[in-house]
Nanobody
Framework: QVHLVESGGGLVQAGGSLRLSCAAS????????MGWYRQAPGKQRELVAG???????NYADSVKGRFTISRDNAKNTVYLQMNSLKPEDTAIYYC?????????WGQGTQVTVSS
């Protein structure tokens, strides 16, 4: 049974940084490509960063150069380092497999960036 637990969100001023973590269980983590998604109020959920089992990464244009995704297969954990945060980064952040996410979604972690 898939279980994803996101953490690390919070309130930060524009220009600040946060590091999100996602602990996964119930999947063979090491062979899954994983991604970080976000959903802002009134908007659809979008993929912001992905990482393959081999460590190749991809980013949405809106976060390229500011966000870095990484993974630790020994800990079944995927991370998102977010720097130079902007108010438009405010959203609930989720992790899941990508490009096809599991039906199960965790609670997510709220990121709020004040101007």
């Amino acid at each position: 049974q898939v279980h994803l637990v996101e953490s690390g969100g919070g309130l930060v001023q524009a220009g600040g940084s946060l590091r999100l973590s996602c602990a996964a269980s119930g999947i063979i983590f090491s062979i899954n490509a994983m991604g970080w998604y976000r959903q802002a109020p009134g908007k659809q959920r979008e993929l912001v960063a992905g990482i393959t089992s081999g460590g190749s990464t991809n980013y949405a244009d809106s976060v390229k150069g500011r966000f870095t995704i990484s993974r630790d297969n020994a800990k079944n954990t995927v991370y998102l380092q977010m720097n130079s945060l902007k108010p438009e980064d405010t959203a609930i952040y989720y992790c899941n497999a990508e490009p096809l996410p599991y039906e199960y979604w965790g609670q997510g972690t709220q990121v709020t960036v004040s101007s």
